[in-house]
């Protein structure tokens, strides 16, 4: 069981969420991942981040205007939901992104209001 450190001080939302979870793409399963960040919001995003990873969050902490977060990496199925999930989000947004351009058609109604009388 391997403990990795990253600081993650001074970055903003949602950086601090994003290398986390880029951090815990790299550890083994029982591996423990220690962020140490300063943006407040924080405190909600990497809760978050852990419930779609599925990985356990051991401990969260406030030192001074640092909050340091301990995270139990749970292993490739937890990570393999991740996955699904973000496979999900992408496919929503390549639908997104093949459906025809323009604007989105109007019904009758708006279109009256929006005529000059």
Not at 13 to 32: I, N, S
Not at 56 to 70: K, Y
Not at 77 to 106: K, N, Y
Request: positive net charge; contains cysteine; charged residues 25%.
């Amino acid at each position: 069981m391997a403990e990795k450190t990253i600081n993650l001080r001074g970055l903003k939302c949602p950086l601090p969420a994003l290398r986390a979870r880029k951090a815990l793409t790299g550890l083994k399963a029982g591996d423990v991942l220690i962020a140490e960040c300063t943006d407040p919001l924080t405190a909600i995003d990497i809760p978050n981040l852990l419930n779609q990873t599925g990985d356990e969050l051991e401990s969260s902490a406030r030192e001074g205007d640092v909050l340091v977060f301990r995270i139990r990496e749970k292993g490739s199925s937890a990570r393999s939901r991740a996955c699904s999930t973000q496979r999900m989000v992408l496919g929503r947004r390549l639908w997104r992104a093949t459906s025809p351009p323009g604007p989105p058609a109007r019904s009758p109604a708006s279109s009256a209001r929006l005529r000059p009388r």
